[in-house]
């Protein structure tokens, strides 16, 4: 169950309060926007006296700030459209706030006092104490303001953390944080068994917050006792299912905190994308296709009786597949991969065949003859439609393929 630490006593009377009238009045959509915000990230919030609703994701490091000290602010605002479109109306800019300053909003000054150097975290003004109905450059009057913030650094280790926090904001809403402050965003669900605390294998990439690809590998065997791992790519895989995949993002503290055999230095914040590869080849299967539905961001426009799966690239005809096309002869061009690969298997451009399963293997023939000429699609071929469990040359047991073809001519 997520937390929500935040004063209920501010906004439940006013929900009780006003589920006694059919219009909702728009302090309280406000507030349930806020609610809802909250409760999505699943994070400890508190207020300030003023009234500022905020979090903080990592406190800084050294003494706190003071009456008129200078702290170098970096800050990303937005606000949520009526629609509840999110508008940013300020991303990454930088601001030297004076502690005192009585020309900002009162909040800035309030949350300043609780951090140090290095500080992360999020800050709510509501409408009624942002800029309410004044005239604001790219804000709409009445807005309730959304910031997420970090103290800069020049210290390595500390602006490595200020820095990981920033991060992990691009991620709220699939994320969750564990005590020790690593986060993990989810893409999707696994369906086999929880992780094994002996190992596992898994199919990475490791970089840094700035996106540099330090080490990958479609199969690797994670071992807790690997003393080339980091400790937090351990805990978050000891978090997953067999088949899940998502991001562990790893706070300097769990990440390398000496030399070590990548070259990273000490204290960088890392970010693994892991999928945990599944020993069941029906899981892993489903796995797979997640995993390429998932980062291409993309959905079949059907899915063959046979359970291919079926992605039009680009239709350009009005011609209607038939049979028929069973003993034409075509010309076309294809390439076949495993799937998740760039590098394909085999392929042939500008060729010609007769369609039939001489030429053609069953998984394939069933492609073609789902198509109309002149078109251009991608299929997902699953295994059992594929080379099953014993695979052929090239191509191993269990694999899942994907097959591009663009289909130009049926005579």
Known sequence: MKNLKILFLIFIPILIFSSCFKQRTSKEVDDQKILNFIYDLGLNFDTTKSGAIYHISYSGEGNKYTENETVPLVYTGFYFSKSNAKIYFVESDTFNLNVGDRNILEGWNEIAKLISEGASGIIIFPYNIAF?????PNIDPNSTLYFYFRIASDNYHINQNALFWNYVEKYDSILTIYDDSLCYAKYFDGLGDVVSPTGTQIDYIMVNIYDTIYASSSSFFAEPTNINLTQG???GLSKMREGEMGLIMVPPSLAYTQENVYGIKPYS???YEVRAISSDPEVEEISKIDKFLYINQTSPDSILNSGIYYFVDDPNTDEE????????TISYSDSLF???TETPIQSCQGCTAIVNSTNFDPGILQCILAMKEGEKATFIIPYSQGYGSS???????YSTLLYQIELDIVE
Request: zero cysteines; charged letters at 5%.
């Open 269 to 271: 914040a890392l970010v």
């Open 321 to 328: 597949a038939s049979d028929a096309f069973l003993g034409a």
């Open 132 to 136: 309410q109905n004044n005239q604001t």
């Open 233 to 235: 790519l351990i805990s």
């Open 391 to 397: 695979g052929t040359t090239g191509i191993p047991p």
């Open 338 to 340: 495993l799937i998740n």
